[in-house]
């Protein structure tokens, strides 16, 4: 079936494009090793970019923005060492990285288009330009039209995945900024959905059931539904497989996981 599926791939278009957004600790990485495993058995040739090593513009520069103040600012019983210092707001940092976001952008649109892209039918990002708006985030109306001026200008993905977390447990799992950064953050990426509707809050819950939900969206995607009239068949039996390999690759029950309507509600 994964040569049948690959016979067909030459339907779509263009790059489909995945990307994972959210707080640290919220299991990102999981989710994206387990969609990229998942994809590659379908035959698809899957390429996985982390935007803070292969977008980001001076990310060792960046790196170092705000040093001084983060042994002040990180919790006291942490190991972790912060790759960019998001969690301090002084006005002249913000400034600086909006500029630099917008050189993302740039950087961003040429990844997409380049020859390195060109022996991939899937991109799945690990972190996106989401994240950095989420970032600046504020409702000010500055930065309401900086976010949406930054968004305008970045290319659209098929499949935008939030997955939310409760920020003690995220905090628990890798406390690398404050706690109560943590708790800004989380709400600043559930507030985005003013800013792109499109966004899948996939809410909190077991892997096997994050997984799970994150699969019946890409499963729905044109990804598996593009193709032509007489490959229909093939693509039929290719559904059907997803779904029997969901249901055995995750072993339990049917999954009460659901994209929540009002993603900003407290549970």
């Known amino acids: 079936m994964a ?11 263009r790059l489909f494009l995945i990307t ?3 707080i640290d600790g919220a299991g990102k990485t999981t989710q994206i090793e387990n969609l990229s495993s998942f994809l ?3 035959g698809f040739r899957v390429a996985r970019l982390s935007f803070w090593d292969d977008v980001a513009v001076g990310s060792r520069m960046r790196a170092g923005v705000g040093q ?8 006291p019983n942490t190991s972790f060492v912060p790759k ?8 002249y940092l913000s400034a600086a990285r909006a500029g630099f976001y917008l050189l993302d952008v740039v950087r961003l649109r040429r990844l997409l288009i380049s020859k390195k892209m060109r022996n991939a039918d899937v991109v799945i990002f690990d972190r996106y330009v989401y994240d950095q708006v989420a970032n600046i985030y504020s409702q000010s109306v500055a930065a309401r039209i900086y976010g949406k001026l ?10 935008s995945f939030v997955i939310d977390a409760s920020p003690a447990a995220a905090y628990a799992r890798k406390p690398e900024y404050p706690l109560d950064f943590v708790y800004r953050n989380r709400q600043s990426f559930l507030n985005l959905r003013e800013l792109v509707p499109q966004l899948i809050i996939v809410p909190e819950g077991k892997p096997e059931d994050v997984s ?6 890409v499963n729905r995607s044109r990804l598996f ?16 497989k997803t779904d029997s390999l969901m249901a055995s690759a995750l072993e339990r029950p049917q999954s009460s996981c659901s994209v929540r309507n009002n993603p900003t509600a407290s549970r």
């Open 40 to 42: 590659q058995n379908q």
């Open 68 to 75: 001084r103040t983060v042994d002040s600012d990180r919790g």
């Open 150 to 159: 930054l968004l305008s200008e970045t290319p659209a993905p098929d499949l």
């Open 3 to 13: 040569a049948n599926q690959a016979s067909t791939r030459g339907t779509t278009t």
């Open 84 to 91: 960019n210092n998001k969690h301090i707001r002084k006005w």
């Open 212 to 217: 799970s939900e994150i699969l019946r969206h």
């Open 225 to 240: 539904n593009s193709t032509p009239t007489h490959a229909t068949s093939s693509a039929t039996l290719t559904r059907e």
């Open 20 to 22: 994972f957004s959210g």
